[in-house]
């Protein structure tokens, strides 16, 4: 039977079914860890890379760009038709319904591509982690180190102030540390990952992004343009992403444990100062003073570094920012992370955790 056969209730139905199932489906973590996340995703997500890394530019980013324009030209025409009365009376309700069957399927498509990922259990059950309330003595430990490294690895010789001038050398140097990991946690094996630099970074410095993942292509695209020292742990949360990590935190979480294993010394940083900047946030709203002390013992250098993220950040904050802001956060406490946008702190608690097992365990 043909589309156009198909009775105009009929149709607009069909999309119900597999919403219907997603929906239920999202309700049994364990079903979607064994069966999509372990088995599925990973051999689809590699499909689609295969296909799209052989594109030296964003296959994702085009098809946004695509559909963006379809999009424009079709309310433009819905417009025009309006104002010249030019839709009949029977067809009225069918812009409604073409926009139903678009986003309805762009829906089905993202949650089987990508999205029931955020309901899995995640690598923090496969690592065996318990998040439980740590301490302010823990969080200063943490702080503690983290201020000693970077002291140690942004005065190296061999820190690369220039970062990288090609994404190629930094998605290689990605892979390596991811590989390094995989020797502790083998589900972290580095597969066939995609680093691009985004069309939109422009874009992305007003609406606060700094990377994301396309389910729709595999891609891991990157803002360049985003402070330099950044953009190792930007890439290493983006592969996170590719290795079906759909949760903000636990995309943190690997991407910083990743760049902890790397051998390069900028990478190493890179991961190390969004986690100071994470941890001293979680510190500052309960003691303030010990915040301004490990800021005085940073090296001016790290000081610069994190002067200049500051005037990064203020450059491109507009309502705009506070727009997109609210979105992503209602997006992501949409689907099963509670914190919102705030997720992105919660990393934290699984470092402080990952920390305490390590210990305990010897490793």
Same mark, same amino acid.
């Given at each position: 039977?043909?589309?156009?056969?198909?009775?105009?209730?009929?149709?607009?139905?069909?999309?119900?079914?597999?919403? =219907?199932?997603?929906?239920?489906?999202?309700?049994?973590?364990?079903?979607?860890?064994?069966?999509?996340?372990?088995?599925?995703?990973?051999?689809?997500?590699?499909?689609?890379?295969?296909?799209?890394?052989?594109?030296?530019?964003?296959?994702?980013?085009?098809?946004?760009?695509?559909?963006?324009?379809?999009? =424009?030209?079709?309310?433009?025409?819905?417009?025009?038709?309006?104002?010249?009365?030019?839709?009949?009376?029977?067809?009225?309700?069918?812009?409604?319904?073409?926009?139903?069957?678009?986003?309805?399927?762009?829906?089905?498509?993202?949650?089987?591509?990508?999205?029931?990922?955020?309901?899995?259990?995640?690598?923090?059950?496969?690592?065996?982690?318990?998040?439980?309330?740590?301490?302010?003595?823990? =969080?200063?430990?943490?702080?503690?180190?983290?201020?000693?490294?970077?002291?140690?690895?942004?005065?190296?010789?061999?820190?690369?102030?220039?970062?990288?001038?090609?994404?190629?050398?930094?998605?290689?140097?990605?892979?390596?540390?991811?590989?390094?990991?995989?020797?502790?946690?083998?589900?972290?094996?580095? &597969?066939?990952?995609?680093?691009?630099?985004?069309?939109?970074?422009?874009?992305?410095?007003?609406?606060?992004?700094?990377?994301?993942?396309?389910?729709?292509?595999?891609?891991?695209?990157?803002?360049?343009?985003?402070?330099?020292?950044?953009?190792?742990?930007?890439?290493?949360?983006?592969?996170?992403?590719?290795?079906?990590?759909?949760?903000?935190?636990?995309?943190?979480?690997?991407?910083?444990?990743? &760049?902890?294993?790397?051998?390069?010394?900028?990478?190493?940083?890179?991961?190390?100062?969004?986690?100071?900047?994470?941890?001293?946030?979680?510190?500052?709203?309960?003691?303030?003073?010990?915040?301004?002390?490990?800021?005085?013992?940073?090296?001016?250098?790290?000081?610069?570094?994190?002067?200049?993220?500051?005037?990064?950040?203020?450059?491109?904050?507009?309502?705009?920012?506070?727009?997109?802001?609210?979105?992503?956060?209602?997006?992501?406490?949409?689907?099963?992370? &509670?914190?919102?946008?705030?997720?992105?702190?919660?990393?934290?608690?699984?470092?402080?955790?990952?920390?305490?097992?390590?210990?305990?365990?010897?490793?």
């Amino acid at each position: 039977m043909s589309v156009k056969r198909i009775p105009s209730p009929l149709l607009l139905a069909l999309p119900l079914l597999p919403i =219907l199932t997603i929906s239920i489906t999202s309700q049994y973590p364990d079903f979607i860890e064994k069966h999509y996340a372990q088995q599925f995703y990973p051999a689809f997500s590699h499909t689609l890379r295969t296909v799209s890394g052989v594109l030296p530019f964003s296959l994702g980013d085009l098809l946004y760009l695509l559909a963006g324009a379809y999009l =424009l030209i079709q309310a433009v025409l819905q417009i025009n038709n309006l104002r010249n009365r030019q839709i009949e009376k029977n067809r009225k309700w069918q812009p409604l319904a073409r926009l139903w069957l678009l986003l309805s399927g762009m829906y089905i498509l993202f949650y089987v591509f990508w999205g029931l990922n955020y309901y899995r259990l995640g690598v923090t059950h496969q690592m065996q982690l318990k998040k439980q309330p740590y301490s302010k003595e823990e =969080l200063m430990d943490l702080c503690r180190d983290l201020v000693q490294q970077m002291n140690q690895h942004r005065t190296a010789p061999s820190f690369n102030n220039a970062v990288y001038v090609e994404s190629s050398s930094m998605l290689q140097d990605a892979e390596l540390a991811y590989a390094n990991l995989s020797k502790q946690s083998s589900f972290l094996q580095p &597969t066939n990952f995609s680093l691009k630099s985004s069309w939109y970074n422009t874009l992305g410095n007003y609406a606060g992004f700094s990377g994301y993942y396309n389910p729709f292509t595999g891609e891991g695209q990157i803002n360049t343009q985003c402070p330099k020292f950044l953009q190792p742990f930007i890439t290493c949360h983006e592969l996170a992403h590719q290795l079906g990590y759909a949760s903000e935190s636990e995309a943190n979480f690997v991407g910083f444990l990743a &760049t902890s294993h790397s051998q390069n010394i900028t990478m190493k940083y890179s991961g190390e100062i969004e986690m100071y900047v994470y941890a001293t946030g979680r510190l500052q709203r309960i003691d303030s003073n010990a915040v301004k002390s490990f800021n005085q013992q940073l090296h001016p250098l790290i000081k610069k570094d994190l002067s200049g993220y500051r005037n990064y950040l203020l450059q491109y904050e507009t309502v705009f920012l506070e727009w997109t802001n609210n979105f992503y956060d209602f997006f992501l406490r949409s689907n099963n992370q &509670t914190s919102g946008i705030g997720s992105y702190r919660d990393v934290v608690g699984w470092v402080i955790a990952y920390r305490k097992k390590v210990i305990g365990s010897g490793l």
